[in-house]
C-alpha cells in the first residue's frame, strides 16, 4: 500500500488518544508528513475571537503548513 486515507470523526478523548497514531504514520511517510484535515461544526456558530486565539494562533504556531482547499 502506497497510500493511507481514513476518515473519522472523534471526540476530544478520542483526538488524544489517536495522536500517536498519526505520529507513527508521519514518521513512516515521505517527507516525515502526513495531511490533517480538521473539521468542526457549531450550530451556534463559532466565535470569530475565540477561534483566532484557540484554533489558528496555535496551529501557526506549530508552524502547520495551511493548504487552501479547491
Known sequence: MRLYVSNSKATREQVF???PA???LADKSDGAMVRIRIE???AAGF???WLRNAVD????EADVERI???
Not at 494562533?57 to 501557526?60: N, R, S, T
Open 57 to 60: 494562533e496555535p496551529l501557526d
Open 47 to 49: 466565535d470569530p475571537s
Open 22 to 24: 498519526i505520529v507513527n
Open 40 to 42: 468542526g461544526s457549531s
Open 68 to 70: 487552501p482547499e479547491g
Open 17 to 19: 488518544k489517536a495522536l
